[in-house]
């Protein structure tokens, strides 16, 4: 699976759009863009995904590059629990295991 | 029931001792994964069932570590002789039909302590 790579950290201010930004430059056709997020003692929690087309659902958007070099996922009104580590990964189809990297921890404030 | 089940939520355990960690998937996931993250770090993938097919058990991190999954449903991860490095939140995640197809769902982890 391709290697992604995201910021250590940001911060968000309270309402405003969180924009978390991922680079898969290695992407292969076949892999998928996930996200995930790990919310303090909880178990990660998938958020979104997609292959090449810009998807969104009632938690976030995620927009992919036409390259499909690197993505971003897009939180439209950030809440404080909305304070997590955000995952963003490259996964073959037919059934790869899930590996997680370092992620972006996302601090949203009042 | 709902969602993963995990048990023991806590266990608390002396060095050299074995532990028995289960988790129950949601019912009809043909896929298994257990992960485990150390205070402060990232998760690290342990071990993966899918089906009937041998398991993908590339992470185990030491012969220590062993998983089954019987009858294709209940995992138990056995740590054999327990070291203090295998203090961990141990996570499991169930999925219909392993990770590429969307969504994993993940336990509330079983809480490692190894005096």
């Known amino acids: 699976d391709a290697k992604t790579t995201q910021p250590p950290s940001m911060d968000c201010a309270e309402g405003r759009a969180a924009n978390l930004p991922c680079n898969h430059s290695?992407?292969?056709?076949?892999?998928?863009v996930y996200w995930y997020r790990q919310i303090h003692s909880q178990g990660p929690q998938y958020i979104i995904h997609?292959?090449?087309n810009n998807e969104t659902n009632e938690m976030a958007s995620l927009i992919i590059t036409e390259d499909r070099k690197s993505s971003t996922l897009i939180l439209p009104h950030a809440t404080l629990r909305d304070t997590a580590v955000y995952y963003c990964i490259a996964l073959k189809a037919a059934g790869n295991k899930l590996t997680f990297g370092g992620g972006t921890r996302v601090l949203v404030k009042p | 029931g709902a969602g993963v089940s995990q048990s023991p939520s806590n266990k608390v355990t002396e060095k050299g001792k074995d532990v028995e960690l289960r988790c129950d998937p949601i019912s009809g996931h043909t896929a298994l994964y257990w992960y485990r993250q150390s205070l402060g770090q990232g998760l690290e993938f342990l071990i993966y069932f899918q089906g009937n097919s041998a398991p993908d058990k590339s992470g185990l991190p030491s012969d220590r570590f062993s998983a089954e999954r019987t009858g294709g449903s209940v995992s138990t991860l056995t740590i054999q002789r327990t070291q203090q490095e295998d203090s961990a939140v141990y996570l499991c995640a169930s999925s219909l039909a392993g990770g590429w197809t969307g969504e994993l769902f993940f336990g509330e982890g079983s809480r490692l302590t190894v005096l």
């Open positions: 997609g292959l090449k």
């Open positions: 290695t992407i292969s056709g076949n892999e998928y």
